[in-house]
């Protein structure tokens, strides 16, 4: 059965408000159509009724472009300002280019034309809007979490802009450098460094530099660079330096290793570590799949050999804040 009577587990709580009774009648029956989902749905002609719930616990809102005395995105807005988070999509009329001025004013999650909807596509929109929002929310509290890790890190750590500037540095860069980090939000990578270095050769793979303190004074470094894409228009990448001399023994060769485990520490349920250190992962040049497991606080990993390092991964995950150690795996 596709629509539930009641709520339980793994069933979709859906809300819908639309003025037209037809509409209710048509979005019931296009949810009893989808196999192997089961679907709670509440209706309400008008948003005012909905809005007398404080708490109300859907997992996505489908909303008509044209209610009687409301605009469709001004109702996404009012929602979103009484503190409904949720996925919300539009149901709206068949002009494509109304429809996406509609979403960029409302910030509704997609739009679905309501005469032309079909079970599948209207299913597959849930879903997504679904999975948008919970990786959104995953990512907050992971940003909150690499915030406070960031503050705390023993590494030296440069976030910076697309052109190497640099955004901000934490206390461990400033100690390295010698420069307060008010100043070095003012630098550069190619500043930082002796030999005109700067994010194109970080970019490339380059790993050793030779950088600058305070005075002038030259010293040699390895650095790593993480992609940040997602985390704001003024960042693209974090850097980790370490000064050369700092690592422990190089990890043993893996020229014949196509696949590595890292056993994770340092993961807490719900705080959305998993899902930054799989997308950050998945961000490396040459690897291929990324599974994390939060159950067994393992990550493995299938890469092209040539390409990357399990140096590299080891570096991506302790720079979010987290720890791992390498199991490789050998070619048969």
Excluded at 212 to 241: K, N, T
Aim: proline content about 5%; aromatic content about 6%; hydrophobic content about 45%.
């Amino acid at each position: 059965m596709a629509i539930a009577d009641t709520l339980g587990d793994g069933v979709i709580r859906v809300l819908l408000i639309d003025d037209d009774e037809e509409a209710h009648v048509l979005i019931r029956g296009l949810l009893e159509l989808v196999p192997d989902r089961t679907y709670y749905l509440e209706w309400h002609p008008s948003p005012h009724v909905a809005l007398t719930n404080d708490n109300p616990g859907y997992d996505v809102c489908l909303i008509d472009h044209n209610l009687d005395g409301w605009a469709g995105d001004s109702v996404t807005r009012t929602l979103r300002a009484c503190g409904w988070a949720m996925p919300m999509l539009l149901l709206a009329g068949p002009d494509p280019a109304s429809n996406e001025q509609m979403l960029r004013r409302s910030g509704a999650d997609d739009a679905l034309v309501k005469v032309e909807v079909w079970p599948a596509q209207l299913a597959r929109a849930i879903r997504n809007a679904m999975d948008r929002y919970d990786g959104a929310r995953a990512l907050a509290h992971g940003e909150r979490h690499v915030a406070r890790l960031f503050e705390m890190s023993h590494d030296a750590l440069l976030i910076v802009g697309p052109e190497g500037d640099v955004v901000t540095a934490n206390a461990a860069a400033a100690a390295l450098f010698g420069i307060p980090i008010e100043a070095l939000a003012e630098a550069s990578l190619h500043h930082l460094t002796a030999d005109a270095s700067g994010l194109a050769e970080l970019a490339a793979g380059k790993r050793s530099l030779s950088l600058r303190r305070a005075g002038g004074v030259q010293f040699a470094a390895d650095a790593w660079l993480v992609s940040m894409e997602g985390f704001g228009p003024e960042v693209r990448y974090s850097v980790a330096i370490r000064e050369r001399g700092e690592f422990a023994a190089p990890l043993p060769s893996h020229d014949e290793v196509i696949f590595a485990t890292l056993r994770l520490f340092g993961l807490e349920p719900g705080t959305g570590g998993e899902y930054l250190i799989g997308r950050s992962l998945a961000k490396l040049p040459g690897v291929l799949d990324v599974e994390v497991d939060e159950r067994t606080q393992e990550a493995t990993i299938r890469f092209e050999r040539d390409r990357v390092r399990v140096e590299e991964m080891v570096a991506v995950v302790r720079h979010l804040g987290y720890r791992a150690t390498p199991h490789l795996r050998a070619v048969a």
